[in-house]
Structures are given as structure tokens and as C-alpha cells.
């Protein structure tokens, strides 16, 4: 399972700014970036009323692989929010309550999932905030790794 893991140099912003971050719309932070860098409109909260505001870290993995989602456990950091491109795959989930279960021991702000999470009723019941494009029963596998 090849994930390779890019150690990136950021600034990380204090939590003063990340919190007038989050007293801002999602559609006023938008217009603020020119209109672009938005989330696509396929992706939308798990439960009505979650929003979220945090530093990314973000992702990529294969259609419905979550290897690379296991290793990035390990190097989030509290307050962050996961973001993974998992290719807009509907039918096979690549995040679901293990997972869920073990970024909410880390104290993230939330997940932003361009694919299919899985366990929604679980996942509803622990809080952390999700936005995700689709939902699916089937699990993933773990054999063509990701890019962090």
C-alpha cells in the first residue's frame, strides 16, 4: 500500500484569526476569495446545521481506497479540518465511524469529503461536523494508497 506523505512548511494561523473565521458565511468568505476556492455544491452537510472552521489539511486518495485516510489520522493536528478529494466516488465509502471515531479522539474541527462516507447514523451521534457528496453502504478497500 504506497502512501506518500508531503511534509509541507505552513504558516499556521492563530486562533484569533480562525476564530473571526468562523463568524463569516460560507457564502461572504466566497465572494471575499474572488468566488473561487469554494466547496462544490454536490458536497453538503452530513446533518443540517453543521458548520465548521479550521486550518486544512488535505488528502488525496484512489476511488474507494482509505488506506492514505488511516495514515493522515497520525499527523492531524487538534482544531485542523480534514479535507479529502476521494474523486467524487459515490459507490464505495472511504470514511466511516472508525475513522470518524478516531478524528474526533483528535480534536478536529470537522471532515470536507469529495466522496462517500458511510455509518451516517453513527457518525450523526458523535457530532463532528461532515460534509460529504455522497453515502454509501459498501466499505473500502485498502490497496492503491493516496498522496498527503
Not at 454536490?42 to 482509505?66: E, H, W, Y
Request: charged share 15%; net charge positive; glycine share 12%.
Amino acid at each position: 500500500m504506497p502512501v506518500q506523505i508531503f511534509n509541507n512548511e505552513y504558516t499556521v494561523l492563530p486562533a484569533n484569526v480562525l476564530a473571526k473565521w468562523a463568524t463569516i458565511p460560507p457564502a461572504i468568505a466566497g465572494d471575499a476569495m474572488n468566488r473561487q476556492n469554494v466547496m462544490a455544491g454536490r458536497i453538503s452537510p452530513l446533518s443540517f446545521g453543521m458548520k465548521m472552521a479550521g486550518q486544512a489539511r488535505c488528502v488525496s486518495t484512489l476511488a474507494g481506497d482509505n488506506a492514505a485516510l488511516h495514515a493522515v489520522i497520525n499527523y492531524l493536528q487538534p482544531k485542523e479540518i480534514l479535507v479529502i478529494d476521494a474523486g467524487n466516488y459515490p459507490d464505495r465509502a472511504v470514511w466511516g465511524g472508525i475513522l470518524n471515531t478516531r478524528a474526533n479522539l483528535k480534536g478536529i474541527n470537522g471532515i470536507v469529503l469529495d466522496g462517500a462516507g458511510r455509518d451516517a447514523a453513527e457518525m450523526r451521534e458523535m457530532g463532528l461536523p461532515i460534509f460529504l457528496s455522497a453515502l454509501s453502504p459498501a466499505g473500502p478497500h485498502k490497496g492503491w494508497g493516496g498522496i498527503n
